[in-house]
T-cell receptor, first 110, second 114 residues
Framework: GEDVEQSLFLSVREGDSSVINCTYT??????LYWYKQEPGAGLQLLTY?????DMKQDQRLTVLLNKKDKHLSLRIADTQTGDSAIYFC??????????FGTGTRLKVLA | EAGVTQFPSHSVIEKGQTVTLRCDPI?????LYWYRRVMGKEIKFLLH????????ESGMPNNRFLAERTGGTYSTLKVQPAELEDSGVYFC????????????FGPGTRLTVL
């Protein structure tokens, strides 16, 4: 079945790196996505990775994909207080609909 | 360019009442999606329109939910009659058909059924 799992909470100190993990079950996904939701706002696409890639770097963001283990991670370097938000991973499961995880609430401590 | 907009931002209704949520996608986006997040859980797909046609409504919980997209522009999602378990945040998203199918999300409508 389709299932995407994330840990619910992560707390880091400002300036440290944050690593948010996600596991998924559908190996037919073409793309995997990371979305960010700030309080009162919609979901903002942060980055995505094509399923035949292992890594993608975009400024402070690094996405790692382990297809064998169906594991996706998002690393945020030099985490800032403005990074505090809920982060959702999502897969497209080979169709147009997204399968989302539960979201990880990142809290950045000053 | 305006993003995806949703109305209302919040709605509080009593069990048994009817509520209609509206979504205006980004102009020119043929694909429109509805998702729902129940408190603390994952965001779940409800349905997908291509223009005015329902492409996939496999996520609709039951027949108390009715989605329409007349004319292929904005969409409405009606819940009638609302039940307590319908409380949550309803997100709308739209996309063109680019290779990566990036979906642009609205801010959501928070529905509370008392």
């Amino acid at each position: 079945g389709e299932d995407v799992e994330q840990s619910l909470f992560l707390s880091v100190r400002e300036g440290d790196s944050s690593v948010i993990n996600c596991t998924y079950t559908d190996s037919s996904s073409t793309y995997l996505y990371w979305y960010k939701q700030e309080p009162g706002a919609g979901l903002q696409l942060l980055t995505y990775i094509f399923s035949n890639m292992d890594m993608k770097q975009d400024q402070r963001l690094t996405v790692l994909l382990n297809k064998k283990d169906k594991h996706l991670s998002l690393r945020i370097a030099d985490t800032q207080t403005g990074d505090s938000a809920i982060y959702f991973c999502a897969e497209d499961a080979g169709t147009y609909k997204y399968i989302f995880g539960t979201g990880t609430r990142l809290k950045v401590l000053a | 360019e305006a993003g995806v907009t949703q109305f209302p931002s919040h709605s509080v209704i009593e069990k048994g009442q009817t509520v209609t949520l509206r979504c205006d996608p980004i102009s020119g986006h043929d694909n429109l999606y509805w998702y729902r997040r129940v408190m603390g859980k994952e965001i779940k797909f409800l349905l997908h329109f291509v223009k005015e046609s329902k492409q996939d409504e496999s996520g609709m919980p039951n027949n108390r939910f009715l989605a329409e997209r007349t004319g292929g522009t904005y969409s409405t999602l009606k819940v009638q009659p609302a039940e307590l378990e319908d409380s949550g945040v309803y997100f709308c998203a739209s996309s063109q058909e680019p290779e990566i199918n990036e979906q642009f999300f609205g801010p959501g409508t928070r529905l509370t059924v008392l």
